[in-house]
């Protein structure tokens, strides 16, 4: 079936994002992860959804800024997508010691869904959103060390409804309506190790799922290059790259 082969391609493409792929049966591996999958598409689809999400401060002196995942999110999973994020207060300026301030926020939409819709007959509808919006304070404790903590509201939706069911690895599925919220407290630390260029580690932690994700990242004047990491999720480690810029 042409939805199988979807399924299938999608997983397969994705699998380097387990860091010992190259040492197991890919078939098997991706069989498995299907399976995981349709048992709860929701989560699986919400992992790609927080490596696009921008949870750090502005760097000092900036006002506000943009960001687009490209990897995993735009390629391969089709994550159509865009964050922003603004000062509302930089450190200090109102009174000494006063954190800075950022609101960030974004949306995406997944393409791959419309041409699956599109090009196959069984499908009569297929929709993968989601939106998120966060506050974030930082404090600099040193010249070039920040803490950061904050605030993440994210939510998902997944819907799938087909004309006739479909055996997809053993399971008979012909819909689901899934959906994905929660309430995230973030913390972390930032170093800067020059001009335009950072590294930090952060821990996120969500309040209804009681689920612990964890990110390091590098990034500079256009790129952040990171690796999130979800213990309880079907791909652990995620490697990241995202796009910004900053003004």
């Known amino acids: 079936m042409k939805k199988t082969i ?83 207060h930089g450190e200090g300026r109102i009174s000494p010691g006063l954190p800075q301030l950022d609101i960030a926020g974004g949306y995406w939409n997944m393409m791959a869904t419309k041409i699956a819709t599109e090009q196959s007959k069984d499908i009569n509808s297929l929709d993968f959103n989601g939106y998120y919006i966060d506050l974030i304070m930082s404090s600099s404790v040193s010249p070039k060390i920040r803490t950061f903590y904050g605030y993440k509201y994210s939510q998902l939706k997944a819907s799938l409804k087909l004309n006739k069911a479909v055996d997809i690895v053993g399971a008979q599925v012909t819909s689901f309506d899934a959906g994905f919220r929660d309430d995230f407290l973030i913390a972390g630390i930032e170093h800067i190790t020059s001009i335009n260029k950072f590294w930090s580690i952060q821990m996120n932690y969500g309040i209804k799922e009681q689920v612990l994700a964890s990110k390091i990242s590098w990034y500079g004047k256009y790129f952040e290059f990171g690796l999130n990491i979800y213990p309880e999720g079907i791909l652990v480690i995620h490697p990241v790259v995202n796009f910004h810029l900053n003004f």
């Open 6 to 88: 979807i399924i299938y391609t999608f997983i397969l493409s994705i699998l380097p994002c387990i860091s010992y792929a190259n040492s197991i049966d890919l078939g098997a591996k991706a069989t498995q992860i299907a399976g995981e999958i349709i048992a709860n598409p929701a989560a699986f689809f919400y992992e790609f959804q927080q490596d696009l999400e921008t949870t750090t401060p502005l760097p000092p002196g900036k006002t506000y800024g943009f960001q687009t995942g490209i990897f995993p999110t735009l390629l391969p999973a089709t994550y159509a997508n865009l964050s922003g994020k603004y000062r509302l």
